[in-house]
């Protein structure tokens, strides 16, 4: 990462204290950056002075037997995954990439997805990012670095600090290091696949879905485009022996929404690595995109009230999240 000449970066949660200490003394405002990636999410922070964390890096912990991970705040996202491929494991939540949102470039950090509690589509069965963090260090607004949490899951006494930090954009402190439950990569996954349902049919057959006994770790709807009819997808994974059964199943309890093809497990990785990036789902790049958390069973509602503003949408979590594109100018992109 290329730093600005207003941009600190310590190399120490030593150097960060100092520096908070010395906006305080000044009572100036301090915008807190990882790698920068996120920046467009959320309100823009007016700040006389930026913090980076992009050189606090590297995994600090990392027992594979205790499914625990551990490491600095500016350690790009990729390293920690890649170390835990390594030994057959992952980030069970599915760490969110803004980058195709926002235009960014860079690493994508861990202090960054603690910040915005960055979860992609298999929240809907293990959890956020904040549900899988057990332990943060941070540096206080006092310039005091504290711990919560620890590297076991009952550890939390009195506030749960570990949680509060997940999402709150540097807010509550500077997160300078990190500490995840993990979990075994699953051996195979497939997709169902319906197509041409409407909104309303869609996320009909994704709660149908989620309300099975099949485990499904991913259900998104992808509305039509281009004269291309919409796609109704709900992932399975575990042992590829069992599948089969599960998929047939599913299938079978879905009928009445429409036969599904199933995809093979490389197909499948590809599709989710792009609804976990919404962006690739909602067009031009110069359009206002919203993220809205509504009642599933509302989700489809919604669109329909805003009509034509929507130029484009995209619905996870079985209804539960719609990303939204509505044109950049006039009041629909005024909150871009």
């Known amino acids: 990462m290329t730093l600005a000449a207003d941009v600190t970066a310590p190399f120490d949660e030593a150097g960060i204290e100092t520096v908070i200490r010395e906006q305080v003394e000044t009572r100036a405002p301090l915008a807190i950056w990882g790698a920068g990636t996120r920046a467009g999410l959320g309100r823009p922070v007016e700040a006389a002075a930026a913090l980076s964390t992009a ?18 705040a500016g350690t790009p996202i990729a390293e920690v995954e890649a170390e835990l491929a390594r030994a057959g494991q992952r980030l069970a939540f599915e760490p969110f990439d803004h980058r195709p949102l926002y235009g960014t470039a860079g690493e994508p950090t861990i202090g960054g997805l603690v910040a915005t509690n960055a979860s992609g589509p298999r929240r809907v069965q293990t959890g956020a990012a904040r549900d899988a963090l057990i332990g943060v260090r941070l540096v206080t607004g006092r310039g005091e670095t504290i711990r919560a949490g620890g590297r ?48 309303a049919h869609g996320v009909a057959a994704l709660c149908a879905g989620m309300g099975s006994p099949f485990e499904v770790s991913g259900a998104a709807h992808l509305p039509g485009a281009g004269g291309a009819p919409s796609r109704t997808l709900l992932r399975l994974e575990n042992f590829a022996n069992q599948l089969r059964y599960r998929a047939n ?35 031009s790049p110069d359009r206002a995109v919203w993220r809205v958390s509504v009642a599933p069973t509302r989700a489809p509602g919604l669109i329909a009230l805003l009509g034509d503003l929507a130029l484009a949408h995209v619905y996870d979590w079985s209804g539960g999240l719609i990303w939204i594109a509505t044109p950049a100018e006039g009041d629909a992109g005024a909150g871009r």
């Open 249 to 283: 199943e599913l299938a079978d309890r879905l009928l009445s929404f429409g036969a599904a093809d199933r995809l093979a497990p490389d197909d499948s990785r590809a599709l989710w690595r792009s609804v976990a990036q919404a962006a690739p789902h909602l067009g």
């Open 152 to 199: 076991v899951m009952k550890n939390v006494t009195g506030y749960d600090i570990t949680k509060l930090a997940a999402g709150s954009h540097g807010t509550l402190g500077v997160v300078t290091e990190a500490t995840f439950k993990t979990l075994p990569i699953a051996e195979s996954e497939t997709t169902l696949v319906i197509q041409g349902l409407d909104d």
């Open 55 to 72: 050189r606090l890096t590297g995994v600090t912990l990392f027992e594979p037997s205790e499914l625990v991970i551990a490491a600095k």
